[in-house]
């Protein structure tokens, strides 16, 4: 909640609201050649639970107004669309390429109205989203927004970040909440890949699970599964044999 932020963050968060507003406002006047690029604010991590915290409070203050610059754009993907975007470091089909290029270009659109830390907060957003679809049991929706979480953090395939963000920013938090979705892809492809007896689900769990520890080696989870995904591996070469 709002009473939960500090001084400072509130003032961070409403400033960027505001600017943020002003730039959509004036957007609707201006011809493109003279929009002005606002400067970003600086944002204040000190790192661990209470930087994940700001992150959290950041995405949900920024929500909690409810203003049209605030809502996602409308999106022309079809439900379902990570099975053929997927999460490797290409798409695995040229229609997967194809989406998957539409998918980042939608996301590009939408990243031109935000600073660094409203990115960052879409990352956080869409993570949480996908975790609720997960609840739901809507298996698609669930990896759509996990697709878009990466496609806002700069870490989806092949897409390199390192010049995504500004030099100033603190990088290694976007790298925790994208190694973070990484973890949630994997945990779906391991249950798709039980469910439907499916090896190929482990291969891509895999790389999930290995994309996690390069952006954050720290992330216990992501080692953890690794482990089960060779016990899953096992057990399904068992089923098959």
Not at 82 to 91: N, T
Not at 110 to 136: C, H, K, S, Y
Not at 180 to 205: C, M, P, S, T
Not at 220 to 234: K, M, N, Y
């Amino acid at each position: 909640s709002h009473g939960c932020l500090s001084t400072s963050l509130r003032a961070g968060l409403y400033s960027a609201w505001r600017r943020r507003r002003l730039q959509a406002q004036s957007c609707k006047t201006m011809e493109p050649k003279d929009q002005l690029d606002l400067p970003p604010p600086v944002p204040e991590f000190s790192g661990g639970r209470k930087a994940k915290l700001q992150l959290a409070a950041a995405f949900n203050a920024a929500h909690a107004e409810d203003c049209e610059c605030c809502v996602p754009s409308k999106s022309a993907m079809a439900p379902g669309f990570w099975k053929i975007v997927g999460f490797g470091e290409k798409a695995e089909s040229e229609e997967g390429q194809a989406t998957r290029m539409a998918l980042l270009m939608e996301v590009d659109k939408e990243v031109q109205l935000m600073n660094p830390i409203e990115r960052t907060g879409a990352v956080f957003g869409w993570r949480r989203a996908g975790e609720m679809a997960l609840q739901d049991e809507d298996w698609e929706g669930a990896g759509d927004c996990y697709a878009r979480a990466l496609a806002f953090g700069a870490a989806l395939g092949e897409v390199d970040g390192a010049t995504e963000f500004p030099p100033w920013y603190p990088r290694q938090e976007v790298d925790k909440l994208c190694s973070e979705v990484l973890v949630k892809v994997a945990e779906l492809e391991i249950f798709l890949a039980k469910k439907e007896d499916n090896q190929d689900g482990l291969r891509k769990a895999l790389f999930a699970s290995n994309r996690a520890l390069q952006l954050d080696p720290s992330n216990l989870l992501a080692e953890a599964l690794r482990r089960q995904i060779d016990s899953e591996g096992r057990e399904l070469r068992l089923k098959a044999a």
